[in-house]
């Protein structure tokens, strides 16, 4: 615009939410926000100051991109205000990836208004610690929900378990009693030839 005199250039900032970005295939919102114009006033401060012309046109294209991705200080954090959404959003229902990627944004947002709070910054602590856990124990927290640990249920599960290794040892037997005079017979045949070995040795 500063060499040529070019008008009505438009910048569009795009974000791109990822949901799962180590999977293939995975959901991902891309949102375009409204084009902004670069004012020819910009053009000519950039004639006379460089420097602050490209500080001022970061800082509102900066400003634009936050309008469309959603994101907090640091990695815990934005897994935390995730997993609070997790909790936020009833289990039965069935969110769009626009209503996901909004509805994470508004949590951003407002963590970052309320983070100062002692009652926000307790609530946080005590969801990275049940992450640490979840980690630990290598569960989910969709698996903890399902998890009822009533004696019929216990019962259960064991009955069911008892009946399928008893099923998978059925399976496997057949091929333990083919294959174990193999088995036999390369010990035998590994022995007399380590003896062998071993007496030949001694004698030389």
Known sequence: MSEYGSKNIK????GLNYFNRDQ?????????????????DLAE??????????????SEIES??????????????????LFVRKLYAPPDTKL???AYSELCKRFAKGYLKLKELTETQNLMNEIKKYIVFLENTG??????????????????????????LF??????????????????????????????????VQFK
């Open 11 to 14: 910048i569009v900032p795009v």
């Open 24 to 40: 293939f295939r995975s959901e991902v919102i891309i949102e375009f926000s409204k084009p902004y114009e670069v004012p020819s």
């Open 45 to 58: 401060l950039y004639k006379l100051n460089k420097r602050e012309a490209t500080e001022i046109l970061l």
């Open 64 to 81: 634009r991109m936050k309008a469309v991705t959603w994101t907090a200080p640091t990695y815990n954090e934005l897994r935390s205000i």
């Open 96 to 98: 769009s990836p626009a």
């Open 139 to 164: 569960l989910t927290d969709h698996e903890v929900k399902r998890m009822y640990f009533s004696f019929s249920w216990i019962f259960k599960k064991t009955i069911i378990s008892f009946f399928a």
């Open 167 to 200: 099923i998978l040892l059925l399976l496997t037997l057949p091929g333990v009693l083919i294959a174990y005079p193999f088995v036999l017979y390369l010990e035998n045949k590994a022995e007399k030839e380590r003896l062998l070995v071993l007496f030949s």
